[in-house]
């Protein structure tokens, strides 16, 4: 997007409104006719929280959990819209010179890909520039990790966007939560909700989370290249 008061005119004459807040309030119709503002390259990344829709307390929707925080860190919040062709809610937030687009999707897990594709494809982005978010059994509930690319490690969300993407570059933040002792219970773990004990640390882990990713995409649109 570019900044600064006025319009642009784009291909086919569209007028459209400069800089964030234009931004968002085009955003709904301009998703529906599939065409956004060019971008300088780089400068605008995709953050999507991978889980369930209709199921936003469990622990294998904590990716959306994040996406919710990470809104309102950026002020966004109260802007979701729900977009048909990617079947998922959608919000534009500035990070800086860069543009965030932050994406729930609105399928189960095993089909979380479909709508980060499609968004990916609207916004013009490369896998490389779409962060994933989502629940890690391998860690401990508090625990967080940034995983540059790589395999979907069991992870049907990850392994419907590698697959829908068709690559597995995409950075993914990993959010621990905890892998219970007796392997039958892993189903009913993933999509139960958090404990008292464990949604008492819930606000911090979020901000954490939050934190990490915010300073990663800083970091990568500060820098001379695309990699992560």
Known sequence: MTSGGGVRTGNGGSMRPRGFLGARQWLSG???????????????????????????????????????????????????????????????????????????????????????????????????????????????????ALKLGGSARGHNGVRSCISCLNSNAMPRLRVGIGRPTHPEAVQAHVLGCFSPAEQELLPLLLDRATDLILDHIRERSQGPSLGP
Do not use: I
């Not at 904590?62 to 959608?90: I, P």
């Not at 980060?116 to 520039?129: D, I």
């Open 30 to 144: 301009a998703m529906s006719r599939c065409v956004l503002e060019p971008r300088p390259p780089g400068k605008r990344w995709m953050v999507a929280g991978l889980g369930n829709p209709g199921l936003p307390g469990t622990r294998h929707s904590v990716g959306m959990a994040v996406l919710g925080q990470l809104a309102r860190r950026l002020g966004v919040a109260e802007s979701w819209t729900r977009d048909r062709h990617c079947a998922a809610d959608l919000a534009l937030a500035p990070l800086g010179d860069a543009q965030l687009v932050l994406l729930r999707p609105r399928r189960l897990m095993n089909a979380n890909g479909r709508s980060v594709a499609r968004a990916a494809e609207l916004f013009g982005l490369t896998a490389e520039e779409v962060y994933l978010v989502h629940d890690e059994l391998d860690k401990p509930l508090g625990r967080l």
